[in-house]
Nanobody, 127 residues
């Protein structure tokens, strides 16, 4: 299963973007879906996570209140998890990936625990 991310772009500081993660022909209802970012020269960092229909969420401190997640799990063909990024700062510049796992968001993040990944979408925040 290949997840598909979209919505990355070049924006100015203070701007907004909405990233979407879709799962063609696969349901995310029973999965936890983290958003993970990786900046050049830095380790991967879990930014946020939502657990399907359970509604459990996680946000790293740096994005709390600015990057709310939303889910659309009602479509019959393509579940979608969105990451609404607001008041973007230059330190948000990274490639953003979504993943899916049977573990809950409270289990933390280990890349090896993820069952599926997308190829990522680039977010660049620059003046």
């Amino acid at each position: 299963v290949q997840l598909v991310e979209s919505g990355g772009d070049l924006v100015h500081p203070g701007g907004s973007l909405r990233l979407s993660c879709t799962a063609p022909r696969y349901t995310l209802k029973d999965s936890a879906v983290p958003w993970v970012r990786q900046a050049p020269g830095k380790e991967r960092e879990r930014v946020s996570c939502v657990s399907g229909t359970a509604g459990q969420t996680f946000y790293v401190e740096a994005v709390k209140g600015r990057f709310p997640m939303s889910s659309d799990l009602t479509k019959s063909t393509e579940d979608t998890i969105n990451l609404q990024m607001t008041n973007l700062r230059e330190d948000a510049t990274a490639r953003y990936f979504c993943a899916a796992t049977e573990l809950s968001c409270s289990s933390g993040f280990q890349a090896s625990d993820m069952a599926f990944w997308g190829n990522g979408t680039q977010v660049t925040v620059s003046s």
